[in-house]
């Protein structure tokens, strides 16, 4: 069955780096866009940025709040999904998780928590 689990996530100080890591399983990995998205206490999910499956090149489209600190990239030998967070921010704050676009299937995701 599909499964996705997010890791990667901790407690940072603000301007510090994280690499969250998505372990796919139980689908075609290559064959989907997969994306990430986050939920902080109190507000609806939302996208952070996707990046298209293999067969468009890997293109990404991130969202404004995070486009030139966070970068997305995919390995689809390991079925691994993966998001480069620099230059954290207080509002980064939530929990971290990752989708593939068209499976309705969310994973428990990680937790990432910027603070002094």
């Known amino acids: 069955q599909v499964r996705l689990v997010e890791s990667g996530g901790g407690l940072v100080q603000p301007g510090g780096s994280l690499r969250l890591s998505c372990a796919a399983s139980?689908?075609?990995?290559?064959?989907?866009?997969m994306r990430w998205y986050r939920q902080a206490p109190g507000k609806e999910r939302e996208l952070v940025v996707g990046?298209?499956?293999?067969?468009?090149?890997?293109?990404?489209n991130y969202a404004d709040s995070v486009k030139g600190r966070f970068t997305i990239s995919r390995d689809n030998g390991k079925n691994m999904l993966y998001l480069q967070m620099n230059s954290l921010k207080p509002e980064d704050t939530a929990v971290y998780f990752c989708?593939?676009?068209?499976?309705?299937?969310w994973g428990q995701g990680t937790q990432v928590t910027v603070s002094l």
């Open positions: 990046i298209s499956n293999t067969g468009t090149g890997g293109s990404t």
């Open positions: 139980g689908f075609t990995f290559s064959n989907y866009v």
């Open positions: 989708r593939a676009v068209g499976i309705d299937y």
